[in-house]
């Protein structure tokens, strides 16, 4: 899958996400690092609502801020997640097509965790009608 990637800060969990990413077998477009949160944010909503990247994953600080960003992109529907099973629920149930991460509290094993969820969750066809009339 190609991932569009892109935070505020280049840290030691952006690294360990971005070679965690690669590890998997994913191809990344790093959109930008360590460039102000409004610009990372558009930045991957743009490759992602194009079809440059399949999904993207935005992290800022709270999270909140690139979120925010992306999700003024038309066709981006970016989830702030921060577990395991709301990265899942955002795909399953909203489609979600970015994944947003706070690097206040993430850990890389979690990092990993969502990541993992929101890169093999299928939308349930069967809640379509929910995230439909957001497009």
């Known amino acids: ?40 944010g558009s930045g991957v909503g743009e490759a992602v609502a194009r079809g440059a990247a399949d999904r993207g994953v935005v992290c800022c600080w709270t999270g909140t801020g690139v979120s925010i960003a992306a999700n003024k992109v038309p066709g981006v529907r970016a989830a702030l997640c921060t577990d395991r099973s709301t990265a899942a629920g955002a795909r399953k149930w909203n489609d979600a097509n970015v994944l947003a991460l706070g690097l206040r509290l993430t850990s890389p094993t979690l990092a990993e965790e969502m990541l993992e969820a929101f890169l093999t969750t299928d939308p349930d066809v069967s809640e379509a009608g929910n995230y439909t009339r957001l497009t």
């Not at 991932?3 to 070679?19: C, K, N, P, Q, Y």
């Open 1 to 40: 899958m190609r991932i569009a990637f892109g935070t505020d800060e280049s840290t030691d969990l952006t690294r360990h996400m971005r070679e965690w990413l690669t590890a998997q077998g994913h191809e990344l477009l790093v959109v930008g690092e360590d460039i102000a949160w409004p610009e990372v």
